[in-house]
């Protein structure tokens, strides 16, 4: 099985953190950190779970790669772009699955 490296871009780090913070807002510090720690672990499980993902033919992700992937999250509440380049997974957004485009 092959296994790739995981590059997430300064928007998508940038994005993680504000939902982090919207969750501090609603919730509690604790709650937040444990939220963004699990979209994390989803973001890493591409390591191994890149090859097994389809092109995507939602227009949301062609403006990043011809061959934009998406991972739903468990809770199916995130939608998270990715492309592969040689052994690397670029994230290039996360968005709420709700907001994503066909």
Known sequence: MKTYQIQ?????KKDLDLIKNFIVEKSNREHAIKYAEELYTEIESLTFLADFIKISEWKTGKKFSKKEKVLITR????????????????????????MVKE
């Open 75 to 98: 809770n199916r509440k995130w939608s998270i772009f990715f492309h592969v380049y040689r052994n690397i997974v670029i994230v290039d957004m996360i968005l709420p699955s709700k």
């Open 8 to 12: 997430i871009r300064k928007n998508v």
